[in-house]
């Protein structure tokens, strides 16, 4: 099994910055891709962004592309999500996940908890 603990979340204004962790403990080695969804209140899940183990291939939604930007440090098991010029869309639980496969957008075997993220305007 693989634990995944994200942090970082919290208030910002529009325009502004967080920057979004995930932690995977337990048998990592069995994992190879990571990356991001969110949940607004009333809506379904969407993908947000995916990462693979070797960091070489990643994928945005077109709603934060050139905004966010996905990077991982295997060293620590981690994942991180930079979130730039927010926006009061942006708002939502975001939710880490993580797969034995080459892409979240495919298939997915971890779910972390979830952060909330909200952004005032």
């Known amino acids: 099994q693989v634990q995944l603990v994200e942090s970082g979340g919290g208030l910002v204004q529009a325009g502004g910055s967080l920057r979004l962790s995930c932690a995977a403990s337990?048998?990592?080695?069995?994992?190879?891709?990571m990356g991001w969804f969110r949940q607004a209140p009333g809506a379904e899940r969407e993908f947000v962004t995916t990462i693979n183990w070797s960091g070489g291939s990643i994928d945005y939604a077109d709603s934060v592309k050139g905004r966010f930007t996905i990077s991982r440090d295997n060293t620590k098991n981690t994942v991180y999500l930079q979130m730039n010029s927010l926006k009061p869309e942006d708002t939502a639980v975001y939710y880490c996940?993580?797969?034995?496969?080459?892409?979240?957008?495919?298939?997915?075997?971890?779910w972390g908890q979830g952060t909330q993220v909200t952004v005032s305007s």
């Open positions: 337990g048998r990592t080695s069995s994992m190879y891709a």
């Open positions: 996940a993580a797969t034995r496969g080459p892409t979240v957008r495919r298939r997915i075997d971890y």
